[in-house]
Nanobody
Framework: QVQLVESGGGLVQAGGSLRLSCAVSERTFRMSTMGWFRQAPGKDREFVARIFWSGGGTIYADSVKGRFTISRDPAKNTVYLQMISLRPEDTAVYSC??????????WGQGTQVTVSS
């Protein structure tokens, strides 16, 4: 059973920084991509960032470009989301996702990020 365990959320003032982590429990699981999504209250879940596991290529939502950085540590089966210059509109539950090569997507439980103004 593939499980994704997230950590690093919390409360921060506008302009501050946070780093989220997401570790994949199954060491033999091979993912094609991992990504971060977020869902604010009353809104649909939206894409934030994605990283291609083998080559390290990245994709970002326009709203976070230049402020968020996704990275990975293959030795730890972990993906990170470094967030700087946080804004109140970044407040949301952030969830990581891992995509297998067969197209199955696995989700983490989510971690709350709250940015105060």
């Amino acid at each position: 059973q593939v499980q994704l365990v997230e950590s690093g959320g919390g409360l921060v003032q506008a302009g501050g920084s946070l780093r989220l982590s997401c570790a994949v429990s199954e060491r033999t699981f091979r993912m094609s991509t991992m990504g971060w999504f977020r869902q604010a209250p009353g809104k649909d879940r939206e894409f934030v960032a994605r990283i291609f596991w083998s080559g390290g290529g990245t994709i970002y939502a326009d709203s976070v470009k230049g402020r968020f950085t996704i990275s990975r540590d293959p030795a730890k089966n972990t993906v990170y989301l470094q967030m700087i210059s946080l804004r109140p509109e970044d407040t949301a539950v952030y969830s990581c996702a891992a995509d297998s090569y067969s197209g199955t997507r696995y989700w983490g439980q989510g971690t709350q990020v709250t940015v105060s103004s």
